[in-house]
T-cell receptor, first 116, second 111 residues
């Protein structure tokens, strides 16, 4: 069964460093998302991406964050200068279709980011 | 502000018991409600309920949506230790692409 994959599974970085989290969405999906989950807290939406551009973003997704689809398969989240509070599990998700009825999103296994 | 509230926050039952997990929501332009199971890492999709599909069943799991009272329940019958997980409820609404999640219910099944 097709699934969303993410690499790395765990990333440790120093505060102020740049990190890139990678995702390969399900191949025929058109919409891509990043969420994060700080330990013990809710899953929070960061950004959605469609047709090679950001379609929606949350307040969390400030200028330190960027997303890119560099080729036909990868979808990346870059954090330019990491802060301690960026430590979280980052989930990538994708969905095939988003019409007026549904938005069924499938999640990857996550990347645990630890900022020291 | 859109809100999704799940209860209870945690639940411990014995294997074989039946459990009911609750999710209530306050969102404008509701489109669908989704249930996910989160074990070690990724939320795994279970059900999506919409105005045209307010009841879903898969094996021992079933879910209903009450659009009038703005809540959903997830039932698990004859629970097994493999059902131990955090169950997440998320709501999707028109005019937005994000899913708004509740805090989850941590379910523990004791053998």
């Amino acid at each position: 069964e097709p699934e969303v994959t993410q690499t790395p599974s765990h990333q440790v970085t120093q505060m102020g460093q740049e990190v890139i989290l990678r995702c390969v969405p399900i191949s025929n999906h058109l919409y891509f998302y990043w969420y994060r989950q700080i330990l013990g807290q809710k899953v929070e939406f960061l950004v959605s991406f469609y047709n090679n551009e950001i379609s929606e973003k949350s307040e969390i997704f400030d200028d330190q964050f960027s997303v890119e689809r560099p080729d036909g398969s990868n979808f990346t989240l870059k954090i330019r200068s990491t802060k301690l509070e960026d430590s979280a599990m980052y989930f990538c998700a994708s969905s095939y279709h988003r019409d007026y009825s549904y938005n069924e999103q499938f999640f990857g296994p996550g990347t645990r980011l630890t900022v020291l | 502000e859109d809100k999704v509230v799940q209860s209870p926050l945690s639940l411990v039952v014995h294997e074989g018991d039946t459990v009911t997990l609750n999710c209530s929501y306050e969102v404008t332009n509701f489109r669908s409600l989704l249930w996910y199971k989160q074990e070690k890492k990724a939320p795994t999709f279970l059900f999506m309920l919409t105005s045209s599909g307010i009841e879903k069943k898969s094996g021992r799991l079933s879910s209903i949506l009450d659009k009038k009272e703005l809540f959903s329940i997830l039932n698990i019958t004859a629970t097994q230790t493999g059902d131990s997980a955090i169950y997440l409820c998320a709501v999707d609404f028109f005019g937005n692409e994000k899913l708004t999640f509740g805090t989850g219910t941590r379910l523990t099944i004791i053998p």
